[in-house]
Structures are given as structure tokens and as C-alpha cells.
């Protein structure tokens, strides 16, 4: 999958639907304070779907991982 691919599918998902807005702010403010350390697109085949690995600095001494898979509709 190529970057547009990536950016198209980041556009047009319904966030909000999986996520309350506490979670997208607290997200998006991680990213601002360049607390989101590496962020990793895998791309998957239509079947299995995507993801997104991250490594997250957040309160504690170690970074912790995140994953979000990402379903075709």
C-alpha cells in the first residue's frame, strides 16, 4: 500500500465512532509534545486489514507499545 493509500484510509475513518474525544485529544496532543516515539504503517491485504504499531512515551519510565488495526468496510 503507498502513502496515499495510507493517508486516504487516516482521512475517511470514523474516529469518533471508535474513539470518545477525551482519547483523540489526548492523541493528538501526544503528538504535538513528540511523545509518539516511532509510528509504523503495516500494510495488510484486504482481507486481514492494516495497522498502526507505536512506541509512546507517556507518564511512566518506559515507552509503552499501541496497536490499531485498521478493517476495510
Known amino acids: 500500500m503507498i502513502a496515499s493509500d495510507l493517508h486516504s484510509i487516516l482521512q475517511h475513518a470514523e474516529w469518533t465512532s471508535t474513539f470518545d474525544e477525551r482519547t483523540l ?8 509534545r513528540q511523545r509518539v516515539i516511532t509510528l ?4 495488510g491485504d484486504k482481507d ?7 512506541v509512546i512515551r507517556g507518564s ?4 509503552y507499545r499501541c496497536r490499531i488495526d485498521i478493517q476495510a468496510r
Open 25 to 32: 485529544q489526548r492523541g493528538a496532543d501526544y503528538v504535538l
Open 40 to 43: 509504523d504503517f503495516n500494510a
Open 48 to 54: 486481514s486489514g492494516c495497522s498502526l504499531d507505536g
Open 60 to 63: 511512566e519510565r518506559q515507552p
